[in-house]
């Protein structure tokens, strides 16, 4: 995607922010500690929180950095 697309289609962080959540839902969410699919979304927080633990998942940062393991820093 080029910057101008880009900037098109995300014209502020609230629209690239839906992306990011809408991405990742279609991909599936499930909890790292106890591989639960259930989830809720909290909207004030901007991130899902697993029903059986009390652990949260930020959306954008999961999407964002989920393909970092193919670059080395």
Do not use: P
């Not at 839902?25 to 697993?50: F, M, P, R, V």
């Amino acid at each position: 995607m080029k910057i101008i697309e880009f900037l098109t289609e995300f014209s502020d962080e609230r629209s690239c922010k839906l992306h990011f959540k809408s991405v990742r839902e279609a991909q599936g969410i499930d909890c790292s500690s106890c591989k639960n699919t259930k989830h809720y979304w909290l909207q004030n927080k901007w991130q899902w929180q697993c029903s059986n633990v009390i652990k949260s998942r930020y959306a954008f940062l999961n999407a964002l950095f989920s393909c970092l393991k193919y670059f080395q820093l």
